[in-house]
């Protein structure tokens, strides 16, 4: 496990220069950072930064932030994040996904946490409601309800004719439980069959999805959370062996040669979190900021998948892609 004082954008306060009639200092803010997966300072933590300094956080002047990352080991967050805490920062961010928030949320009820992507934030027990936050906590949640749905239906746009559709998920998020509920609900409404898998740990992700394979399904979408996110070149390789299909909730796969992915821009809710540490900062209270979802997505498609996999892609779904990759 890395633990590294992650000084990349914004380090340390330095007095202002003095002069005859005035003697100040400008304030300086400690921000915490923890991170469940490895290297979100070089990824998601980077247009975090970037916004800050926009917003005016910079090196030398007036913020120091300092990093932990549990490299992809949830049993540590408890403690990196009482370790945070007792540096007694100003602020505490958390990146992506539920454990490391909830590990924040556990660790302190008086320093301010902002979230920057948890699926469903009221039902892990991190806020009363999106509106009213209610305690020491808000953020941003990357669950929209057509998320889910969208992804079947693009699924569906691939293989017509209603067959059998596997969804891979890991039961212990409660994002999965909310997700799963909405794709079950769409699909009894179209009449579409399909077959659940689980996956707890990363050993339990080759056995889903060689099961998923086994039980027929024409193709595949996945309900995704850090765990599948660390495990998503394997999973991309299964399928690829496999030449099945498969959409994800986000890019990465995509990029790392999955076939086509429907997701929020996580880059713009990163950088949303800066403006609200920000007004924090400024002396706003996190229990009357209201929880953000996402307002834009994306559809990413990996032409090379397809020809590989042997499949079409509509003109109709090339004509709306954010990204095709060629």
Not at 146 to 152: D, G, P
Not at 158 to 169: C, F, N, R, S
Not at 285 to 307: M, Y
Request: aromatic content about 6%.
């Amino acid at each position: 496990m890395r633990r590294r004082d992650f000084i990349c954008v914004l380090s340390g306060a330095v007095a202002l220069p003095l002069t005859a009639r005035a003697q100040q200092r400008e304030k300086s803010y400690r921000v915490a950072y923890l991170a469940l997966l490895p290297d979100e300072d070089t990824t998601l933590a980077k247009p975090f930064l970037a916004r800050l300094q926009e917003l005016g956080y910079s090196e030398g002047k007036n913020i120091t932030l300092v990093y932990r990352s549990a490299d992809g080991r949830p049993e540590r967050l408890p403690e990196l994040a009482a370790e945070l805490v007792e540096a007694m920062p100003d602020i505490l961010v958390t990146g992506f996904g539920t454990l490391a928030a909830k590990a924040a949320k556990g660790a302190t009820n008086s320093i301010p946490v902002v979230f920057t992507m948890v699926g469903d934030p009221i039902g892990a027990g991190l806020v009363v409601s999106l509106s009213r936050p209610g305690a020491n906590v808000t953020g941003f949640s990357d669950l929209a309800s057509e998320f889910a749905n969208k992804r079947l239906q693009l699924l569906q746009n691939l293989i017509p004719g209603q067959k059998l559709i596997a969804v891979l998920g890991n039961p212990d998020t409660p994002f999965t439980a909310l997700a799963l509920k909405q794709v079950k609900t769409a699909a009894a409404a179209t009449h579409q069959p399909l077959a659940i898998f689980e996956a707890r740990n990363l050993s339990e992700v080759s056995a889903s999805i060689e099961a998923a394979i086994k039980s027929g399904a024409a193709g595949l979408m996945t309900l995704d959370d850090p765990l599948l996110l660390s495990a998503k070149q394997q999973i991309v390789n299964l399928l690829a062996a496999a030449r099945l299909p498969a959409v994800y909730g986000l890019k990465e796969y995509v990029e790392a040669n999955g076939l086509m992915s429907y997701s929020m821009d996580r880059l713009q809710m990163c950088r949303r979190a800066a403006d609200y540490v920000d007004k924090i900062l400024k002396g706003a209270v996190p229990a009357d900021l209201p929880v953000e979802q996402p307002t834009k997505f994306e559809l990413t498609i990996n032409l090379k998948t397809a020809k590989a996999l042997g499949i079409d892609i509509p003109p109709s779904l090339l004509a709306i892609a954010d990204d095709v990759i060629e």
